[in-house]
């Protein structure tokens, strides 16, 4: 198992991970246990956490924040993606990075200065991704490809779990694949991801997958059969 306790790793010298990146969204857990769900995600085979940060105004849920995040810190072993789903986000930054993140991800959409907020999160120590929107055209990520390490494609709406895959957002990912040839980029996909949807996504060129409902519904002893099945199709997809 990875062991970064509070420290901050860049997206591409994580240790030993086991490809392709399946990140459980906490969205989609038990949130009167959110320790355990980390640590039952952890133990059946995956090495990143992803946390939606939703502040009520950038989208209309409330999830958790900064302290939240610094009390589960200890609960994963391995590498934190704090997803901001917030707005205004720069006051945020230092607090999210003293929560442990390892990465944070930001909105094209959530502020006037995306670059310097960017810029921001690199400074704090964390490695830095960009998030873009279903009606979001993948052009928009141009002006700061050369200070990212991540591109996320939401291919649902952002803001609640369990909704539908938008099969457009497919198209989306193969655009930016090409936008970013030659780069040490990588494509992640959050949103209604499945086995179906994470092949589908997996052959459009992601290669980080953010799953809440698809893993977190059920038996938390079936967790590990549900991660192993669909790393599967997604390394059929890949293939």
Same mark, same amino acid.
């Given at each position: 198992? *990875?062991?970064?306790?509070?420290?901050? &790793?860049?997206? #591409? %010298? !994580?240790? !030993? &991970? /086991?490809?392709?990146? /399946?990140?459980?969204?906490?969205?989609?857990?038990?949130?009167? @246990?959110?320790?355990?769900? +980390?640590?039952?995600?952890?133990?059946?085979? +995956?090495?990143?956490? $992803?946390?939606? &940060?939703m502040d009520g105004h950038f989208v209309p849920a409330i999830t958790f924040g900064p302290m939240v995040c610094k009390a589960l810190r200890p609960h994963i072993r391995g590498f934190m993606d704090v997803h901001?789903? /917030?707005?205004?986000? #720069?006051?945020?930054?230092?607090?999210?990075? #003293?929560?442990?993140?390892?990465h944070m991800t930001l909105h094209?959409? =959530?502020?006037? $200065?995306?670059? %310097?907020?960017?810029? !921001?999160?690199?400074e704090l120590g964390c490695s830095?991704?960009?998030?873009?929107?279903?009606? !979001?055209?993948?052009? @928009?990520?141009l002006p700061v490809v050369e200070i990212i390490d991540l591109v996320c494609v939401m291919t649902v709406n952002p803001g @609640?779990?369990?909704? =539908?895959f938008i099969h457009s957002q497919l198209t989306k990912i193969r655009e930016i694949k090409s936008m970013i040839a030659g780069r040490a980029i990588k494509i992640q996909v959050d949103g209604g991801i499945d086995p179906k949807t994470g092949y589908e996504a997996a052959r459009a060129g992601a290669d980080i997958f953010v799953a809440g409902s698809q893993l977190f519904s059920g038996e938390p002893t079936d967790m590990g059969d549900r991660?192993?099945? *669909?790393? $599967?199709? /997604?390394?059929?997809?890949? @293939?």
């Open positions: 198992m *990875l062991s970064y306790g509070s420290g901050r &790793v860049d997206v #591409d %010298k !994580t240790e !030993t &991970v /086991i490809a392709p990146i /399946i990140a459980p969204s906490l969205l989609s857990a038990d949130f009167a @246990a959110l320790g355990a769900a +980390c640590r039952c995600a952890e133990d059946s085979g +995956c090495n990143w956490l $992803h946390l939606d &940060v901001l789903m /917030i707005s205004p986000v #720069d006051d945020q930054l230092a607090a999210f990075a #003293d929560s442990g993140a390892n094209v959409e =959530a502020g006037p $200065h995306l670059y %310097k907020s960017l810029q !921001t999160v690199r830095v991704g960009v998030a873009i929107n279903p009606g !979001t055209p993948a052009v @928009a990520i @609640a779990g369990g909704q =539908a991660i192993r099945y *669909l790393r $599967h199709e /997604i390394m059929r997809g890949q @293939a």
